[in-house]
C-alpha cells in the first residue's frame, strides 16, 4: 500500500519535474513517509522511476485491453485498439512526454535496467495484438497480409505519432492522431470477400 503511494506521489513529481529534478525527500513528503522509510521500500531514485513508468505500462495495457476485448470482431478490435491506446496517451500525456524527454538524459544504469520490466509488457501487449490480428486474417479481414506484421504496424504507427507528438513544439492532444491512423488501417483492414 505504501509503496503505491509513492509511486502515485513519484509520478506527478516526476511528470512536473523531470527525473533530475525530482528530489526523492519531495516525494517522501508528498507520499507523507519519512525519507527513511521511502529508502526502505525503494533503494533509490532510479528505483522509483522504474516502479513508475512500469506501473503507467501495465496500466495503459490493462485499460486497453478491458475496452478492446469487450469487443468481438477481431477487425473492430484492431480500430478499437488505436483510439483506445492514443486515448491512454492523452490520460498519461505528462509521463509519456516525461519518458521520451529523460530517456535520453537519464544515467547510463537506469536506461539499462529501465528496459526489462518495460519490455515485457510490451511483449505481452503485442501478442496479444499479433493474436487479434491473427483472428481478423481467419476471418478474411486481411487478405494475404501477414498478422504479426499487421499488429507491428499498428503499434509502431501509434507509438511513432506518440513520439513526433512529444517533439512538436505546439501540441494538442495525443488523440488529434488517431483519426488520421484509424483511417489508414480501415482501408488496410478490408471486409472480407464473399465466402
Known amino acids: 500500500m505504501r509503496r503505491a503511494d509513492v509511486i502515485t506521489a513519484a509520478s506527478a513529481i516526476f511528470a512536473a519535474k523531470g527525473f533530475q529534478g525530482a528530489q526523492v525527500a519531495e ?3 508528498d507520499a507523507e513517509l519519512s525519507t527513511r522509510s ?3 521500500l525503494f533503494a533509490s531514485k532510479e ?3 522504474q516502479e513508475v513508468i512500469r506501473s503507467a505500462a501495465e496500466a495503459v495495457r490493462d485499460k486497453v485491453q478491458v475496452q478492446v476485448d469487450a469487443i468481438a470482431d477481431p477487425r473492430e478490435q484492431l480500430l478499437a485498439l488505436i483510439d483506445a491506446l492514443f486515448s491512454c496517451f492523452d490520460e498519461h500525456a505528462d509521463l509519456l512526454r516525461l519518458f521520451a524527454d529523460s530517456t535520453q538524459g537519464l544515467p547510463w544504469k537506469v536506461r539499462q535496467t529501465l528496459g526489462e520490466p518495460s519490455l515485457r509488457i510490451f511483449e505481452q501487449f503485442t501478442s496479444w495484438v499479433i493474436d487479434i490480428a491473427s483472428r481478423a486474417k481467419q476471418q478474411g479481414y486481411l487478405g494475404t497480409l501477414d498478422p504479426e506484421a499487421v499488429a507491428v504496424s499498428i503499434t509502431g504507427t ?4 506518440a513520439a513526433r507528438w512529444v517533439e512538436a513544439s505546439e501540441r494538442g492532444a495525443v488523440s488529434d492522431a488517431a483519426p488520421a491512423v484509424r483511417a489508414i488501417f480501415e482501408r488496410i483492414l478490408e471486409s472480407p470477400g464473399p465466402k
Not at 501509434?158 to 505519432?161: C, D, H, S, V, Y
Open 158 to 161: 501509434i507509438n511513432m505519432a
Open 27 to 29: 516525494i517522501a513528503a
Open 38 to 40: 521511502l529508502y526502505v
Open 47 to 49: 528505483e522509483i522511476y
